[in-house]
């Protein structure tokens, strides 16, 4: 070759979970698979833009990776001389799994490994680390700039959860019957709860993450590539669409906050519109129906909209009915009066955000005094609005969000003047 090629960035990053995947299945112990798949992965770094990428890359990628655990595993044994403790760490020769490399159940290992990640002994705070760092390939410092912790605190709290699915002695297979449904649950919800931090950030100076979003979906797509049945998959991933593709307008020029009903329609990714519409559509009418599709459906009202005012508000509220009755989550009820106030009027909406006021699950949050300053603004009551506005800056977390709050409490009729 006259010169290096290059390593497409994507190729690695999508095959590193299904290598490691891979490599735990046939030889276990996570906490050293992990280091020698990274291990290989330099290795290709290093030599695949010289000699160009393999034909079978996973395949190389997983030799590589399998010749630098039998090194650590031997040296672990050389280390730990007590007979239970090598029992435990055997050389790849000894074990009787099939071959890592093997075309049967690798389509399936890096599902395997995000059922492992979700292991319900591990805090979701805990899932979410440790699949972004296993599966989502983000360093360590990368996940702790995200959530705004240092880089040790991050490190501790991956090692403590990689600890728990040691111990667990879990073998690496995928869950069946009632606790295949169980764990998929808890993988989708971390799934979401990463998408949620991304596209709306709860703390720190920046309104999302974009990153973390962009991870999220494409874990999702991951998911739904390797489930393609399952209508809750299906749900998730049209649900992060639909939501990411307003994320062009959601901020101004000055990176400020723009509320939906404020946004410029024309900025929304119309692609990936359609395609979580697609999947919804498509989706919906196999059933069950269950809260991630309806969701998602909420969101294609939304977006399929030409305007703000053109919003089938009576749809939405009865998809909040729907959803409202499937789950006991605050926040969806939250939204369900926002809904019923668009329809009925402000009154109506406020009535329901009174009964809200007794849940502690939200009484504290940011959100439920935005939404009743919204609706006493809509009803004609500045002051109350304003003195709500001031109250939901109080509790916000993030700073673009305190200054969104405590702008819209200052362009109201009797706020006093701003500093000049």
Known sequence: MTGATPVPEDLLRELAPRVLGAVVRRYG????????????????????????????????LITVAARRLTDLLRAEQARRRREDTVARWRLPREWAAPA??????????????????????????????????????LTTAEIARAFLVTEETMARRITRAKQRVKDSREPFRLPTGAERAERLGAVLHVLYLIFN???????????????????????ARIVHRLLPGDGEVAGLLALMLLTDARRPARTGADGALVPMAEQDRG??????????????????????????QLQAAIAAVHDEAPS??????????????????????????????VAAAMVHGPRAGLDLVGGLAADRR???????????????????????????????????TSL??????????????GSPPGPR
């Not at 690798?106 to 059922?115: I, P, R």
């Open 29 to 60: 112990n996570f906490d050293l698979a992990e280091d020698a798949v990274q291990e290989a992965l330099l290795a290709a770094a290093a030599q695949w833009p010289a000699g160009g990428v393999p034909d079978d890359p996973r395949a190389w």
């Open 100 to 137: 890592a490399d093997a075309p049967a159940a690798g389509s399936d290992d890096t599902l395997v490994l995000l059922f492992m990640c979700c292991h319900p002994s591990l805090a979701p705070a805990a899932q979410i680390a440790l699949t972004l760092r296993a599966v989502g390939g």
């Open 197 to 219: 931090e991304g596209y709306a950030a709860t703390s720190g100076p920046s309104l999302q993450r974009a990153e973390l979003a962009a991870e999220a979906i494409r874990l």
């Open 267 to 292: 900025r929304w990714d119309a692609g990936r519109i359609a395609e979580g519409v697609a999947l919804i559509t498509e989706t919906l009418p196999r059933g069950p129906t269950g809260p991630y």
């Open 308 to 337: 703000a005012g053109a919003t089938d508000w009576p749809q939405i509220l009865a998809l909040y009915g729907l959803l409202l009755k499937i789950s006991d989550n605050p926040v969806v009820a939250l939204n369900h009066a």
């Open 362 to 396: 939200i009484s504290g949050d940011h959100r439920l005094s935005a939404v009743r300053a919204h609706l006493l603004e809509m009803a004609g009551d500045p002051a109350g609005a304003r003195d709500a506005y001031l109250a939901a800056a109080r509790r916000a």
């Open 400 to 413: 673009p969000v305190q200054r969104y709050l405590h702008a819209r409490a200052a362009r109201l009729p």
